[in-house]
């Protein structure tokens, strides 16, 4: 099973120009897996969640491209919370964390780079089935 420690901010390089900034990702260079799937979480109301699963397999990479959102993890033993607010690093996530987006401002963009494509399968999306989960891991 993961641990939170096993998650991390990742820096992108930064080109700083007096026309505006740059940032660059790159599959298995700054980010530790081939990237298979890119999605973004955009107009998200004032007070709501999102995420609220675990992935089995699939490694993610969320990034703040704009505006910022905390990113609360949990591994079943403890929780941490990641504050994104820059578009020059990410936090990555291994399998096996659960993660909830929350505290969103407005305007702001959550891109999420994966490691797989979108399979229902490889999700648990109820909190006591991963605390379940958790333990039997624990046990073996």
């Known amino acids: 099973m993961s641990k939170i420690s096993d998650c991390k901010l990742i820096d992108f390089p930064k080109i700083t120009d007096t026309r505006g900034n740059l ?10 897996f081939e990237i298979k799937r890119i999605y973004y ?3 998200v109301p004032s007070g709501a969640t999102r995420g609220g699963h675990v992935h089995k397999t699939c490694q993610q990479v969320i990034v703040a491209l704009s505006g910022s959102f905390e990113v609360v993890l949990d591994d079943g ?4 919370s990641f504050f994104l607010n820059r578009p020059f690093y990410g936090l ?13 401002s407005s305007n702001s ?3 999420s780079l994966t490691s797989q494509f979108f399979d229902e399968n490889d999700y648990i999306r109820d909190y006591e089935v ?3 989960e958790t333990l039997k891991h624990k046990k073996k």
């Open 41 to 43: 979480l955009y107009d």
């Open 92 to 104: 990555y996530i291994s399998p096996g964390i659960w993660r909830e987006l929350e505290n969103f």
């Open 23 to 32: 940032s660059v990702i790159e599959e298995t260079i700054n980010v530790p």
């Open 109 to 111: 963009i959550a891109l």
């Open 77 to 80: 033993e403890c929780r941490k």
């Open 130 to 132: 991963f605390k379940k």
